[in-house]
């Protein structure tokens, strides 16, 4: 099992960035499909970004390609989410999400119910 903790989330105006952090503990050695997804209340939760721990290209959502990008440290125990060119859109909740299976990471759209470990979620505001 693993542990997860956000961080960076925050207020920003409509062109901005923010980078938001994903810390894991508990079983690291292992690989995960490990990510972002998102959601805004009333609404369904919607894949972000994911990569794979062990290697591989990462994938995006639709509403994020070009804007976003999703990274990890050397040790694999942190993924990042850079987000750039901020829309008001974006507002939501983020949750970084963790997946022993990789093919979580291949299943497009990303769907929430491959994910077993979620973080608490990080508030997003984008102000036009």
């Known amino acids: 099992q693993v542990q997860l903790s956000e961080s960076g989330g925050g207020s920003m105006e409509a062109g901005g960035s923010l980078r938001l952090s994903c810390g894991a503990s508990?079983?690291?050695?292992?690989?995960?499909?490990m990510g972002w997804f998102r959601q805004i209340p009333g609404k369904e939760r919607e894949g972000v970004a994911v990569?794979?721990?062990?290697?591989?290209?990462?994938d995006y959502g639709d509403s994020v390609k070009g804007r976003f990008t999703i990274s990890q440290e050397e040790d694999k125990n942190t993924v990042y989410l850079q987000m750039n060119s901020l829309k008001p859109e974006d507002t939501a909740i983020y949750y970084c999400?963790?997946?022993?299976?990789?093919?979580?990471?291949?299943?497009?759209?990303?769907?929430?119910?491959?994910?077993?470990?979620w973080g608490q979620g990080t508030q997003v505001a984008v102000s036009s």
């Open positions: 990569l794979y721990t062990g290697g591989g290209s990462p």
């Open positions: 508990g079983d690291t050695n292992s690989r995960y499909c």
């Open positions: 999400v963790a997946a022993p299976n990789p093919l979580a990471c291949y299943s497009l759209p990303l769907d929430p119910r491959d994910f077993d470990y």
